[in-house]
């Protein structure tokens, strides 16, 4: 076995020291019935490297890769271009096979990526502090909900309509568990965002309310508005964001008075992987809530020859300290997805981000004014950045995004597969564009779509 | 004393009053290829950057509803060569499994086998959509049902929860599991009993959960005390988390007995499966009695660790528990058709009780660690266990004459063995211990961890090692034990020739600097 350095001289040798006979001797604990005879059966014996890529390649051939076909789906995963040096860093082996970094003197290289990672994320979002990551957007959003409600000492959080509906549900899963409230609603299909019913349903019991920023049908608003009918009731304002790109060109949520800011950053660096591995990025505005933030942080001291030098630190709201006291109780993250996410960022830099963000704005615009063309479509916003909403006349969505599907269009992700059973929604359909779109790929989708319509009862 | 080094090469530099290597100062603070690399913030330019894309054009019009952003984001860019050596110069401080031995107890560093990094990027599992139609996405969600099947095989589970992110998102995923149980049946229950050995998240889980947690203690021999948790015991404990094999390395050989008298007082068995590495192929979970639990595929199943995640924490269920698991989950149509079961299903759906991440598990994980099964094979993986084993106890039986090995006495360890300071010397530690071993080339065992043992150096050398490599690290693990015997007051200092000397953490702590300010 290629991976097994031991012979069988070796195991001798080493049981003959340990004073066994046989390597079963040292399986005695083990209750006689619980005891396996032979190899476990009903797995296949072992197999050559070649023999094994090919069964996965096999696996790989049934599926429709993205960047083969014209592509448009968003709603919180985004297509961008990786350039080839983020995944020559993320494999040097010295990154691939590191810990957890709990050896400072000798991991110093993942907590100085986790340094610069932390500011360029506090940076993007117009906060103080970020923390090291979590596992991805949607746990994220539930572990800002939870912390509003340390910081208030309250219980109830009101989440927009238009927070991602897979966000809404993690957060409303764990808070039957924790006997939080949560008041949530469904989008209003509008073309902006809906807020005065939002900010008329935060009361003097709200820990916080939860925005998304692009919102789910791709809107975007000030969110000052609501941050100050929130402050005015003692309540935090946490915002998500699954589209960091965006914050290349619309202002910070931290800029807006946003508490807490969570998101995807699976954008930058990570790519789609079928929806994981991703990043969860996690910000505060005011250092005051270092203390009650989840998750690692990296911070800054020196080391005893006095050499500046980087280290886990406020540990003590850790699980491996406080236990069941603990401000969460996440362990692994997603370390090297940052280290992605920061790789990607350093060779944008401000200039690159700023460019990356107006490409994909500027076909975005292109993309609807050309898809609104086709009959019976509308867009739905006002606003946006690189994704949108279209209405499509009344035609199920869902169907249409199969037809298209069978016509080599990867056309964009139905209200009606994130809203299932809500009628009012079935009819709309997201449209996503980014920098890897060509103006070729619009004009099919229009040509595809108008088509699929037509064919549409 | 040294480990041996076949060069034949001995360093024979004096250790200057400073407390490091004699020598001149350099101009750069760089000592040959052991290079300092400044912050990106400080060679970082606003005005540069590493991706060619089109300049922006002020006079396009946007559709931004005014709220473009016009103050300085306050990043930086290198282009791409800079990149590429600051990020090298980077990883050059780090430690990992391709260096050498890691022997971090119950962190399984095993090899990370480079097929798998190959097939998780093959575009048909890289690049796809998490939300694209199913019929388009058949090969990857056979990938997500194939692994499962296996899981359950090699655990003697009849169900499994894909999507759990790492272990602590599995053990909340096996807790959630058992409160909707009892919710589902009416009974409300408050407390999850844990052994004082467990990892930090076990308890930490249960809290989240809104559960009351009570400790366990552990008999002298390092194994649950069963006498103690049956008597406490009773109409409002939903469960157990226990760890087996457990924290001091040891098999819980009681486990069955422990289950059967949890479920006869109408609880749940979590089961830890944390160190599942140790019994992968041998031993079978679900003949003990587990009702769940999670399986670190960073762990037993190779995923890279990548410097603290991502990882995947998937979560075997028994029958009783299989109708609670969160959506998604994969089911096979009559057509041989694999698809999601999502919130919409809300017949299959069943007693479910939610969702608890976006989309549908660490598909790139997934593709892995299928990768790892496949090639190890039901052989390979049970040589995989025994080897693990059977290097933990050579290390057990080469170190006991000089370490206080707590529970050698118990019998065989399992895939780790566990030592204390108690021999010491005054005023020398299992810190110094660890740091010393940094200066040797290894990365230090995991120290203070189990808690019921005073000063615990956890060792876990995996099936990865030769037993070439092995001898070398007990040479040098002995080497720095006997200066922690004998007093060796340098011992405090290490370690000596890492990029960095020991950290103040204090300090970090007191004054939190988490951002770059400038």
Known sequence: ?457 | MNAPNKSGWKPEMQVAESGFLGGPVTTTGNRGLMLEEPLLFEIGRADVTGVDLPEVDASAPTRLGGLERSDAIGLVGLTEPETVRHYTRLSRQNYGIDLGFFPLGSCTMKHNPRLNEKMARLPGFADIHPLAPQSSVQGALEVIHQLGHWLCTLTGMPAVAMSPKAGAHGELCGILAIRAAHEARGDAREVVLVPESAHGTNPATAAFAGYRVEDIPATPEGRVDVAALKARLGPDVAGVMITNPNTCGLFEKDFREIADAVHAAGGYVYCDGANFNAIVGKVRPGDLGVDAMHINLHKTFSTPHGGGGPGSGPVVLSEALAPFAPLPFIRQGESGEFYLVEEENREERGPSFGRMTAFHGQMGMFTRALTYILSHGADGLKQVAEDAVLNANYILRSMEDILDAPFAGSGPCMHEALFSDSNFAAGLSTLDVAKGLIDEGYHPMTVYFPLVVHGAMLVEPTETESKAAIDQFIAAFRGVAERALAGDEALKQAPYYSPRRRLDEAAAARKPKLAYEG
């Open chain 1, 1 to 457: 076995m290629r991976y097994l350095p031991l012979t069988d001289t070796d195991r001798q040798d080493m049981l003959a020291k340990i004073g066994a006979s046989t390597i079963d001797d040292l399986f005695v604990d083990v209750p006689e019935v619980a005891r396996l005879d032979g190899p476990i059966r009903g797995l296949p014996m072992h197999a050559s490297e070649m023999a094994v890529e090919r069964h996965m390649k096999a696996l790989a051939a049934k599926n429709l890769v993205a960047g083969e076909v014209p592509f448009f789906l968003g709603a919180g995963a985004y297509r961008h271009h990786v350039p080839a040096s983020v995944d020559t860093i993320i494999q040097r082996g010295e990154f691939l096979t590191a810990y957890t970094p709990y050896q400072p003197e000798i991991a110093q290289g993942t907590l100085q990526m986790l340094f610069e990672f932390q500011t360029q994320v506090a940076r993007l979002y117009g906060c103080a502090v970020a923390n090291a990551s979590l596992y991805d957007g949607s746990t994220a959003c539930w572990e800002a909900v939870a912390m509003a409600t340390r910081v208030t000492k309250r219980k109830r959080a009101v989440l927009s309509g238009a927070l991602h509906p897979h966000y809404a549900q993690v957060v409303k899963t764990m808070a039957h568990f924790t006997g939080d409230t949560i008041a949530d609603a469904l989008p209003s299909i509008t073309s902006d965002p809906e807020l005065t019913g939002l900010i008329g349903r935060i009361d003097e019991e709200t820990a916080c309310v939860v925005v998304q920023y692009p919102d789910i049908l791709g809107r975007i608003a000030d969110l000052a508005p609501i941050a100050e009918a929130a402050h005015a009731k003692g309540a935090l304002l946490v915002v998500v964001n699954t589209e960091p790109v965006a914050l290349g060109a619309i202002k910070a949520p931290g800029e807006m008075g946003a508490d807490i800011v969570v998101g995807e950053g699976q954008s930058l660096g990570v790519g789609l992987q079928f929806g994981g591995p991703y990043l969860g990025l996690f910000a505060v505005r005011d250092p005051k809530h270092v203390r009650q933030m989840p998750g690692r942080l990296c911070g800054e001291t020196t080391d005893a020859e006095g050499k500046r030098a980087f280290v886990l630190t406020l540990s003590t709201r850790e699980q491996h300290i406080r236990r069941e006291k603990a401000t969460s109780n996440i362990c692994t993250n997603s370390g090297l997805c940052a280290l992605a996410f920061t790789v990607h960022m350093t060779l944008l830099g401000e200039k690159g981000l700023r460019e990356l963000a107006a490409e994909n704005h500027r076909l975005a615009c292109l993309a609807a004014d050309r898809l609104a063309k086709v009959p019976g479509v509308e867009v739905l916003n006002n606003a946006f950045f690189n994704e949108f909403t279209l209405m499509l006349g009344g035609k199920p969505a869902r169907e249409i995004i199969r037809d298209l599907a069978d016509r080599g269009v990867l056309g964009g992700v139905s209200l009606g597969r994130l809203y299932p059973g809500v009628e009012a929604l079935e009819h709309a359909l997201l449209v996503a564009v980014t920098e890897t779109t060509t103006e070729e790929d619009i004009e099919r989708l229009a040509t595809e779509l108008e088509a699929a319509i037509k064919e549409t009862v």
